[in-house]
């Protein structure tokens, strides 16, 4: 008889099922004798839970063991890459385009175990600093809190798992706001408590009818919610889900209040007063909608990158983004660049700091203690550079004697960068390019035993700067 159904189904619509790649799920079917329901369908019977348009369906909470196939999945990809034969900035790039987007799909429908995001995370943290080798100590050289953060404010642009997450599942929010005079849906959306406050704080209500927004934790409040600004009158509230238009009906949110409760204060009725005062001037639309604006976005609409960037609120900003990212220069360049401004490759005083094997003189001078800021600063050779490039191509300000003092390579790499020349974004790709070439002429000198001498580097330094300019860097051919 079902297939007779499905059949009379596809005669009306034109559409055909195809019993091979159907699977028939009873639910709730155990005084039913199924053999008898569904002979004549030619499809397999299974059972919860099962794998639906690629996600785990299941009757019952999902477990860590439903969410295998994606971790699978992500390390599958890293078997077949030599992390090895990658410099960091390849790594990086597999990182945010491979492994990243295989989850994506799952984290948009739901909201997998914290121990699921943590291997992932792991994962993605060892690849990038270890390619296909084991993890240790000394090749994470910058923590995965920091690198997991936007460019803007100091990391490497590598999405945060759990940020991203959050910032998916608020379309789920958003979709539902804009859903008018329907039943909402909130007891079938993957979002938490956290999800709701971050909705919340990130739209402004203005209220029509009142049938798509919730009294309590909408923010038509001129953009606050009455849950934040009255958490004492929520707080005695026993119909925290009424929309607004239910709870200005016949004033059901003050039949709500809980006057009687244990704590109840006159901090309560002042606040119930304020409360009733904001009510009393709120004025219901019929037949107009309510209407949601997402504070992140110029056009009002929610975008998950928005919401993505809205979790960073409050960061430190730092100039990593315009001194280096921007830049034109190899990638594997702007990553050295991006660990030598934090202080974070391994010159002596930061290897002697862990008890590692080290020399503590620079290689490059022989006299001086070693630091990322003696080596591209402070270093004579490295000034014998610098000193040779302004002359060369009449620049005054990358000559040393016009550079402030400083105390770490940050300050002197934004000091430098910032410089009035005729091209700042060619002097920036400059500071790369001789900073990585210092770094490459003392790494041969300690771990090959090869030598170029000032003159050497200066001539290998100019023929980069053309190789440079011939692949693509304009301003650099500006600058010189
Ligand atoms: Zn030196």
Request: positive net charge; contains cysteine.
């Amino acid at each position: 008889m079902l297939a007779r159904i499905l059949e009379l189904f596809g005669e009306t619509t034109g559409l055909k099922t195809n019993f091979h790649k159907s699977t028939v799920v009873p639910i709730q079917c155990n005084n039913i004798n199924l053999s008898d329901v569904l002979s004549g369908l030619p499809a397999s019977r299974t059972s919860f839970p099962l794998k639906y348009l690629g996600l785990p369906l299941s009757m019952n909470r999902l477990k860590r063991v439903d969410f295998q196939p994606w971790i699978d999945k992500v390390s599958a990809k890293l078997s077949t890459w030599s992390g090895k034969n990658l410099s960091a900035a390849g790594r990086l790039t597999l990182v945010n385009a491979v492994l990243t987007s295989q989850v994506t799909y799952l984290l948009l429908a739901l909201k997998p175990p914290q121990r699921v995001l943590d291997f992932i995370d792991s994962k993605r943290k060892q690849f990038l600093w270890a390619g296909s080798e084991r993890l240790t100590g000394g090749k994470c050289k910058v923590n995965w809190v920091c690198a997991a953060r936007p460019k803007q404010y100091g990391g490497l642009g590598i999405l945060h798992l759990g940020f991203f997450s959050r910032a998916l599942r608020l379309r789920w929010l958003w979709q539902e706001a804009k859903l008018l005079n329907t039943q909402r849906i909130t007891k079938d959306i993957p979002c938490n408590m956290l999800d709701r406050r971050l909705f919340a704080a990130a739209t402004s209500v203005r209220v029509g009818d009142g049938k798509s927004s919730l009294f309590w934790e909408s923010a038509w409040l001129r953009g606050t919610t009455p849950r934040d600004t009255f958490p004492l009158t929520y707080s005695i509230s026993n119909g925290k889900n009424r929309s607004i238009h239910e709870a200005l009906s016949n004033n059901r949110w003050i039949h709500d209040l809980h006057f009687n409760h244990n704590d109840f204060s006159t901090a309560h009725i002042h606040e119930y007063c304020q409360l009733w005062c904001e009510v009393n001037q709120l004025r219901l639309m019929h037949n107009t909608p309510d209407l949601i604006k997402w504070k992140f976005t110029m056009s009002g609409q929610y975008t998950t990158q928005s919401a993505y960037q809205a979790q960073f609120c409050g960061s430190t900003c730092m100039n990593f983004n315009s001194i280096i990212w921007r830049a034109w220069a190899p990638p594997k360049c702007k990553f050295f660049s991006w660990l030598a401004v934090q202080n974070r490759v391994w010159t002596a005083d930061r290897l002697a700091r862990r008890g590692w094997p080290h020399n503590p003189r620079c290689v490059l001078c022989a006299s001086c203690p070693e630091s990322g800021l003696h080596l591209f600063a402070e270093c004579c050779f490295t000034r014998h550079i610098w000193a040779d490039l302004s002359i060369w191509a009449a620049i005054t300000e990358i000559h040393h004697s016009s550079w402030q003092p400083v105390d770490s390579v940050h300050q002197w790499w934004s000091n430098l960068a910032t410089s009035a020349v005729r091209s700042v974004k060619g002097l920036r790709t400059l500071i790369i390019l001789v900073s990585w070439t210092i770094w490459c002429e003392r790494n041969s000198r300690i771990f090959e035993h090869k030598e170029k001498t000032v003159t050497q580097t200066i001539a290998m330094i100019k023929e980069q700067i053309r190789l440079w300019i011939l692949g693509g860097a304009k301003h650099l051919a500006r600058l010189v």
